[in-house]
């Protein structure tokens, strides 16, 4: 059984996602990031830095217990344990992870930032929030030149790289972000992985706890003022 902390933001979402793909057992336990679960001493044992997505695999390797946390190197760990959603030749396994290290060092923090500054920071910076939506649709185009070309991020066949990058790109479209209209090709490849049953079951993993309406002063110092950076 594997146990998983998490909350519904897009890298929670990746491993939601794979786990449904896999149909591994698991075992999901909420980590509220808005109400501060997140620096709870059981979960910091798990994970230092105090981030979901975190993992407990109670039958890793060695037949040993095993708590892996960053989302990337849980969706590697996971696709390799079942085989599945990794390419298995060399060169190939190597395009997956060039495309899941895009979405983990480009995607993921750009359009990010992109979220924060123009939803969360409590002034609005006009350069802030240009900046990053502009090198968030400069990354779309990437991915279009790619899915024009393919039909997945690391070729034929669809792995843990889309599964990595859909849900931040499908964030920033329903958050305005990104217009997918100007990427006909990552429109196309976002609405087929969006009909894949697994894909609606990980969506649906802890989406009825997610925050609705302005966020509140408690949830903006616990995600971006002094608690979240007092030291632990």
């Given amino acids: 059984m594997i146990e998983l902390y998490s909350w519904p933001t897009p890298n929670g979402q990746k491993v939601h996602i794979l786990l449904e793909e896999l ?3 698991y075992r999901v336990t909420a980590v509220n990031i808005n109400e501060g679960e997140q620096f709870k001493p059981e979960f910091l044992a798990i994970t230092p830095n105090h981030r979901i997505p975190a993992i407990v695999d109670g039958d890793g390797p060695g037949e040993q217990k095993f708590a892996l946390w960053e989302s990337g190197a849980i969706l590697i760990y996971l696709a390799e344990k079942s085989g599945r959603f990794i390419p298995t030749d060399p060169a190939s396994r190597y395009v997956c992870l060039q495309w899941l ?11 990010g930032q992109a979220n924060h ?11 802030a929030i240009e900046r990053y939506r502009k090198e968030a649709r400069r990354l779309l185009r990437v991915m279009e030149k790619r899915l024009a070309e393919v039909k997945h991020l690391a070729g034929r066949d669809y792995s843990i790289a889309d599964i990595a ?3 931040w790109v499908r964030s920033a479209a329903r958050n305005g972000h990104v217009d997918l209209a100007e990427t006909p ?5 976002v609405e087929g992985i969006d009909a894949r049953p697994a894909v609606e079951r990980g969506l649906a993993v802890l989406a009825d706890l997610r925050r609705t309406g302005p966020i ?8 971006f003022g002094a608690t979240q950076h007092a030291a632990r």
């Avoid at 090709?185 to 490849?189: L, P, Q, R």
């Fill in 23 to 25: 149909g591994l057992p």
């Fill in 165 to 167: 990058t859909f849900p």
């Fill in 117 to 127: 500054f123009a939803n969360y920071a409590p002034e609005k910076i006009p350069y």
């Fill in 101 to 111: 290290m895009f979405q983990m060092a480009g995607v993921g923090p750009m359009f």
């Fill in 185 to 189: 090709a990552v429109k196309d490849w």
């Fill in 216 to 223: 509140t002063d408690k949830a903006r110092d616990v995600l």
